[in-house]
């Protein structure tokens, strides 16, 4: 009769985070606490929510940055 070898288990897979659901996490911040959460690239978005999204984040927080360069604004 074989016996497997007893596997080590490392305490350190304690620590791994287990994966969010994003989503769901965005949903319930704006059910609990109206906070929305939303790219405006989102393809559930058409063009004019989209660029409604786009002036409001710029009019909050300055200008995004477009493939890496800045777009002027903001902090960074």
Known sequence: MKIPPARYRSPLGRMQAT???VEATKRQGWREQHILVISDEDERLDF???Q???SIGERLYGQGHVHGHSKGGGHG
């Open 48 to 50: 004019l929510e989209r």
């Open 52 to 54: 409604l999204i786009r």
């Open 19 to 21: 994966p969010m659901d």
